[in-house]
């Protein structure tokens, strides 16, 4: 079935300092979405793409279909960026199922 | 506010009990889905329902089944829970799935003794 691979799988950066995540996909999907999953465990949306670059503040994801592969960019950390990131990816299929990374867990360093 | 509603938060339950996780959404969404997360593995799809009574399954559909009787309600259902189903359960909304962001529910945490 459709895979994600995400990586790295953990990341440490201290505060200020920046760095990419990101999603390799073993067949074409058609959009993907980034979480970040905070210290109470809550998931939060980030973006959702299903072609393109979106920024939002200090995040920048894209997503490039035909390549097979997601990024999301991160500057300036700080602090509360700390937490798990996942990605999700949508395929083609008649569902509506999404297949998730398994996560980049981020420790933002003072 | 568009929300995404999970109860219990936290469960601990006896092998061999039922376990019912009730989530509910206030954006008339017509796709639910219940997802599982353990640690190393992200999470994984266990039931998608595209409207009230339309329900299929995820990738992981053994020992769970659902409810949705409303469109804004969407419940999962342990009958006979088992110790390998402790795990921390998702409940997420989309206003018609494909091409549409998912509203994540603040998760409940189930244990099983």
């Known amino acids: 079935g459709d895979q994600v691979e995400q990586s790295p799988s953990a990341l440490s950066l201290h505060e200020g300092t920046g760095s990419a995540l990101r999603c390799n996909f073993t067949?074409?999907?058609?959009?993907v979405q980034w979480f970040q999953q905070n210290s109470r465990g809550s998931l939060i949306n980030l973006f959702y793409?299903?072609?393109g670059t979106k920024e939002n503040g200090r995040l920048k994801s894209t997503f490039n279909s035909k390549e097979s592969y997601s990024t999301l960019h991160i500057r300036d950390a700080q602090l509360e960026d700390s937490g798990t990131y996942f990605c999700?990816?949508?395929?083609?299929?008649?569902?509506?199922?999404?297949?998730f990374g398994t996560g980049t867990r981020l420790q933002v360093l003072p | 506010d568009m929300k995404v509603t999970q109860m219990p938060r936290y469960l601990i339950k006896r092998m061999g009990e039922n376990v019912l996780l009730e989530c509910g959404q206030d954006?008339?969404?017509?796709?639910m889905y219940w997802y599982r997360q353990d640690p190393g593995l992200g999470l994984q799809l266990i039931y998608i329902s595209y409207d009230v009574d339309s329900n299929s399954e995820g990738d992981i559909p053994k020992g769970y089944r659902v409810s949705r009787k409303k469109r804004e309600h969407f419940s999962l259902i342990l009958d006979s829970a088992k110790t390998n189903q402790t795990s921390v359960y998702f409940c997420a909304s989309s206003l018609e799935g494909k091409g549409d962001t998912q509203y994540f529910g603040p998760g409940t945490r189930l244990l099983v003794l």
């Open positions: 999700a990816a949508e395929g083609y299929s008649n569902t509506n199922k999404v297949v």
């Open positions: 793409l299903a072609s």
């Open positions: 067949t074409t999907m058609r959009a």
């Open positions: 954006m008339s969404h017509e796709t």
